[in-house]
C-alpha cells in the first residue's frame, strides 16, 4: 500500500503525547471563546491588541484579488497598506505577503538562489536557534550554508561570523520577540555585530508589531532602527492587527529584488482588497488607541506579579506570550485539560514546536482580559500544579 507510513506516523505521535488537532471555536466574545457548546476565557490568542473582533465597514465589496500581485492581484487597496507601511516605518518600500511563513522562506530562499539562474547565489545564512519553524525550512531550502546560533548567544553569534570563509553575503535572522519563549533579541547587539561582520541583519516581529513601541510600529520603533541598521523587517497582520498576511520592509532594491525573485510572492494569488482595507484600517486603530497597549502591558505585570506571589514560575519574559515550563508532552496535555474543566482556554505546546523536554503552557495575555480573569486563572493554575507535584518532580 503506497503511504503506509502515514498511519503510523500518527500512531507514534499520538502515543507519545504529540498529536495535533482543530478545535472548532464557535463563537468568540471578547476575551471568551465557545467551544463545544462552553464557553472558556481565552489564553490561547495571538489576538493581543482585541483588534480580531473590532467592526470594520468597507466599501470595497471585492472579496478575492483575483491573481498574483504581478498579474491584477495588486489593488489600490494594496497599494495604500504599503504606502502607509513604509511611511510609519520609515522604510523605503514595502511588500505584501499572503503569511509570515511564506514571507521567512521566501526570505531565505530568494537571497539566496536567482529563479531561472543557473548558478545558486552562494552566502550564509546564521539564524537564532529558537527561530520559527518558516526561516528554518526557508533555510534548508535555500542555497546558503546555514548555521545557527544558540538562542540570543551574540559570543556564539559572533564566533560563527568569524568562522565563515567569507564566500558570498551573510544574512542573520532573528526575531523581535519569539513566539514560544516571550523574549526579545537583543537588538542593539545584533546591529552592532551585523555591521562589524558587514552581514545584513533580518528581524521577524511578528510578535512585536502592534505592541512594541509608542505607537505600536514594533520593534523598529521601540528601539528607533533605521533602514541601514535592519536592512530588513518581516512582520505579521495576523496577530496584533487582527486580520491575516504579513509584510516585507526594506529598501526600494530589495523589495523590487523580491517582487521579481521571490516565488511565494509571484507565483501565488494576493490577499483580497477588503483584507488590505481591513489591515490598514486596524493598523491606524492600534497607532491611535494607546490605551489597548497600556492595558495589555497592566495585564503583563499583573499576571507576572500573581505568578510569583502563587509561587509558579514563569520563563522570563515582559510580553504578551508567558510559557510556563512542564516538560513532558503527556502532562502539559494534563494541565492544559485541567486548565480547561476550570473554565480557561489553554494550550499546551509541545515538541517539536519547541526543543524536547521544553514541552509548556503557553499563556497569551491580551487587552481584552480583565484583572479577575487574570486572577481567577493564576489561582486555577496554582491548584492544577499542587495536584500534580508529584508526576512533576519526577520528570
Ligand atoms: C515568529 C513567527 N513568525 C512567522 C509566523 C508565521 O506567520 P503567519 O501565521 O502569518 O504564517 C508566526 C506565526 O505563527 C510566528 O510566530
Redesign the pocket.
Known amino acids: 500500500m503506497p503511504f503506509e507510513f502515514l498511519s503510523q506516523a500518527l500512531l507514534e505521535r499520538e502515543q507519545q503525547g504529540l498529536l495535533r488537532r482543530e478545535h472548532v471555536v464557535q463563537a468568540y466574545q471578547q476575551q471568551y471563546v465557545t467551544i463545544a457548546g462552553r464557553r472558556y476565557i481565552n489564553f490561547s490568542s495571538n489576538d493581543y491588541l482585541g483588534l480580531a473582533q473590532t467592526p470594520f465597514n468597507t466599501s470595497t465589496q471585492v472579496g478575492g484579488s483575483g491573481g498574483s500581485p504581478v498579474v491584477t492581484g495588486y489593488s489600490k487597496q494594496h497599494q495604500e497598506l504599503c504606502e502607509y507601511l513604509a511611511a510609519q516605518l520609515n522604510r523605503e518600500a514595502v511588500l505584501l505577503m499572503n503569511?509570515?511563513?511564506a514571507a521567512?522562506a521566501t526570505l531565505c530562499q530568494s537571497l539566496f538562489s536567482q529563479s531561472g539562474s543557473q548558478s545558486p547565489v552562494k552566502g550564509n545564512l546564521v539564524v537564532d536557534k529558537l527561530a520559527?519553524a518558516?526561516i528554518i525550512d526557508g533555510a534548508l531550502a535555500s542555497h546558503a550554508n546555514f548555521s545557527r546560533f544558540r538562542h540570543n548567544d551574540m559570543d556564539h553569534l559572533h564566533s560563527l561570523l568569524a568562522k565563515n570563509n567569507n564566500e558570498g553575503d551573510t544574512l542573520i535572522m532573528s526575531?523581535g520577540v519569539f513566539?514560544m519563549d516571550g523574549d526579545q533579541a537583543p537588538i542593539s547587539e545584533l546591529v552592532r555585530i551585523s555591521q562589524q561582520h558587514s552581514a545584513w541583519l533580518s528581524l521577524?516581529d511578528?510578535?512585536g508589531f502592534g505592541v512594541l513601541g509608542q505607537n505600536g510600529m514594533g520593534t523598529v520603533e521601540a528601539n528607533a532602527l533605521s533602514q541601514s541598521e535592519l536592512p530588513v523587517l518581516m512582520a505579521?497582520f495576523?496577530k496584533a492587527i487582527g486580520t491575516g498576511g504579513?509584510f516585507i520592509a526594506g529598501s526600494q532594491t530589495l523589495i523590487d529584488y523580491l517582487r521579481n525573485f521571490a516565488r511565494h510572492y509571484v507565483y501565488s494569488t494576493a490577499f483580497s482588497p477588503m483584507q488590505a482595507a481591513h489591515t490598514l484600517a486596524n493598523i491606524k486603530l492600534c497607532q491611535q488607541e494607546h490605551w489597548r497597549r497600556e492595558k495589555l502591558q497592566n495585564n503583563i505585570r499583573l499576571f507576572k506579579r500573581l505568578m510569583q506571589d502563587a509561587q509558579l514560575e514563569v520563563l522570563s519574559s515582559d510580553t504578551a506570550i508567558q510559557p510556563v515550563l512542564i516538560g513532558c508532552p503527556k502532562l502539559a496535555l494534563k494541565v492544559a485539560d485541567e486548565l480547561r474543566q476550570s473554565g480557561f482556554w489553554v494550550t499546551a505546546i509541545r515538541t517539536p514546536t519547541v526543543p524536547k523536554k521544553t514541552d509548556r503552557i503557553r499563556i497569551t495575555l491580551t487587552t481584552l482580559h480583565e484583572e479577575q480573569d487574570i486572577q481567577h486563572l493564576v489561582f486555577a493554575f496554582a491548584e492544577v500544579m499542587e495536584r500534580n507535584k508529584e508526576e512533576r518532580s519526577q520528570l
Open positions: 503569511s509570515g511563513f521567512n520559527h518558516s526575531e513566539s521577524d511578528a510578535h505579521t495576523g504579513a
